[in-house]
């Protein structure tokens, strides 16, 4: 039986298809949606138009005299050589804990699972104030690496741990079969089908290496990021500042050409009818003690001794150091500034999941894609742009809330835009087709069906942003309004007098309210392994 959706009494909510079903009809039109989608990615490249224009702005001359001088070269030596050393350490701490996690008979494997991820809740520059706290000597390039390696390997672990549980050991049991022993199938198996997760967390931890502020300056690392923020503070965005983000922004842009450059075009699926076989341990016999006693050393290294001095500053400052006056304004506001902006950010992530997941094309990916390459910018860089937008530009929303918030969204906008796509993906827009069906208006089937099934997701996102927040430290310093006491800048402002006591209540307050990122991060990569 066929309905004539032109009769009375019917709505004709879309087009009809050839097999005669229902074009979906997005709630606000594929006008609409695709408009939105394409301010926010032209709002999204203002740090990147910021630098091309102060670099045109300098003039020829004056930028090849300020980039190629002996300072950025120190600077750039410094740069490079902390992340050649550093991401290697994090591939092989992070692949090889992930290995023997989910590969080997590790006793007390899911809680070496949990404790792996756990640094990740430290924030570098807490990790460098507990460090500094331990061996006040502390300074340079190998402090650096120390400090880098212990706060971002989690990067690689989590991503490579869940890969490993994602292959299919079917593959590794053939290999063995075949003759290659352990190691042979370690390398000439598995470690090929790591290629992308690793090369991925590489990635992250480059990035972060470029970004980072506080615990570089705590040891007194020059780095470009430390570098322009004594610029600014001297000269307050002064070209020669300028000049060395343009430097580091072109250092971020090589690193994701490499990444992508690095995936390869090999597909690492399973493909054919039938269930994946069960994963074999492999037996460490008498390895057990070594493994257990390395895995042991790396967590407390990364995160037992960042907790112990916490938890000894906060003993040696006594009560005085939990004055309400004090931390309870940071803590609310710091609460307030990442509900908002997380807030703030699943909205405008929204057009962009949807047209990426409803509407795919070239032009999505494009719009998509602008907005990776943002987020991937340092925080100083981002918020040196909307510091020179609004003085030049609209002075009177210099240092507000509004530009505080928009930088963040832009700094962390791929965490609600990865969540989102999810989300859309498990909410099949046939549902809201057979809703329209049934006379729903697009925006009623929009609102009780694709929202609801895509809230969890978008909770999801929402957290991670809030917290990501919650750490931030140099995109706050340059832009908060004369007043704002986050966590993070009190922590800083604290740490920076040497009132060490004084910083260990904001310390522990970000740890507490990082953990839980953590966990999520943990959590949603074992759903995406299947376990």
């Given at each position: 039986?066929?309905?004539d959706l032109?009769?009375?009494?019917t ?10 079903g229902?074009?979906l009809r997005?709630?606000?039109g ?5 408009l939105l ?6 709002f999204?490249?203002?740090p990147l138009g910021y630098?091309?224009?102060m670099t045109?702005a300098?003039g020829w001359d004056?930028?090849v005299?300020?980039i190629f ?7 750039l030596?410094?740069?490079?050589m ?5 991401v290697p350490?994090?591939?092989v701490?992070g692949?090889?804990?992930a290995?023997?996690?989910?590969r080997?008979t590790l ?14 809740a430290i ?16 300074e340079g390039?190998?402090?650096g ?8 390997f989690?990067l690689?672990?989590?991503p490579?741990a ?9 593959i590794?049991?053939s ?10 199938v370690?390398f000439?198996?598995v470690?090929p ?8 967390g ?5 990035l972060?290496?470029l ?10 690392f020059?780095?470009f ?17 300028n ?11 090589i690193?994701l ?10 597909r690492?699926?399973?493909i054919?009818?039938g269930?994946?076989?069960k994963a074999?341990?492999l037996p ?7 493994a257990?006693?390395s895995l042991?050393a790396?967590t ?6 960042p907790?112990w ?7 040696a400052?006594?009560?005085e150091?939990?004055a309400a006056?004090e931390?309870l304004?940071?803590l609310l506001q710091?609460?307030?500034?990442g509900?908002?902006?997380?807030a703030?950010?699943i909205?405008?992530?929204?057009p962009m ?5 409803r509407?795919p094309?070239?032009?999505s990916k494009?719009?998509e894609?602008?907005n ?5 910018l340092?925080?100083?860089?981002v918020?040196?742009a909307?510091v020179?937008?609004?003085i030049?530009?609209v002075?009177g ?6 530009v ?5 969204v832009?700094?962390?906008?791929p965490?609600a835009?990865?969540n ?11 549902l809201?087709?057979a809703?329209?069906?049934?006379g729903?208006a697009p ?5 009780r069906v694709t929202?609801r099934?895509?809230?969890p ?8 942003v809030?917290?990501?927040i919650v750490?931030e430290?140099?995109?706050?310093l340059?832009l908060?309004?004369n007043?704002?006491r986050?966590l ?9 007098e040497i009132?060490y ?6 310390a522990l ?9 953590t966990?999520l ?10 376990q």
């Open positions: 039986m066929t309905t032109s009769a009375p009494g709505t004709d909510t879309g087009s009809t298809t050839a097999g005669g229902k074009r997005p709630p606000f594929v006008s609409a949606v695709s989608a394409v301010l926010i990615a032209l999204s490249l203002v630098v091309a224009y045109v300098t004056t930028a005299e300020l001088r002996p300072r950025v070269g120190e600077l030596l410094n740069t490079v902390l992340t050649v050393i550093t350490l994090c591939l701490l692949a090889g804990g290995w023997l996690v989910e080997t006793r007390g494997h899911r809680w070496w699972a949990v404790a792996l991820a756990a640094p990740l924030p570098a520059f807490v990790n460098s104030y507990s460090w500094v706290s331990a061996v006040p000597s502390l390039i190998w402090s690496v120390l400090i880098a390696t212990l706060s971002y989690p690689v672990y989590i490579a869940a890969a490993l549980g994602r292959l299919d050991p079917a590794e049991q290999a063995a079969s075949l003759g290659l022993g352990s190691w042979a370690f000439r198996v470690l089908q790591l290629r992308i997760a690793l090369t991925g590489a990635l992250l931890v480059s972060h290496l970004a980072e502020y506080g615990a570089f300056a705590m040891i007194r020059d780095t990021t430390t570098a322009i923020m004594v610029q600014f503070q001297s000269t307050f965005n002064g070209t020669a500042g000049m060395l983000a343009s430097v580091l922004v072109f250092l971020c842009l690193l050409l490499a990444e992508v450059k690095s995936r390869g075009t090999a690492y699926a399973r054919g009818s269930a994946p076989a074999t341990r460490l016999r008498h390895y057990q003690l070594p257990q006693l042991a790396v407390v290294l990364a995160f037992g001794v907790v001095f916490v938890l000894r500053w906060l003993i400052g006594g009560s150091v939990w006056d931390f304004p940071a710091t609460l307030m500034y509900a908002v902006g997380a703030v950010t909205v405008v992530a929204f999941a949807y047209l990426a997941v509407r094309s070239g032009f494009l719009l894609l602008s990776y390459v943002t987020s991937s340092p925080g100083i860089v918020g040196l909307f020179t937008v609004t030049r530009a002075p929303i210099y240092q507000t809330a509004g505080l918030v928009a930088a963040y832009l700094l962390f906008l965490r835009l990865v989102l796509r999810s989300g859309l993906a498990q909410a099949p827009k046939e809201d087709e809703a329209q069906s049934l729903k925006l009623t089937s929009f609102v929202l099934l895509t809230a997701a978008a909770a999801g996102g929402a957290a991670l809030f917290l990501a750490n430290l140099t995109a706050t340059l908060s309004p007043g704002t986050t993070a800048t009190e922590f800083w402002s604290k740490s920076s009132d006591s004084g910083a260990a209540p904001y307050l970000m740890i507490l309210l990082s953990a839980p990122m966990y991060l943990f959590q949603q990569s074992k759903k995406v392994a299947g």
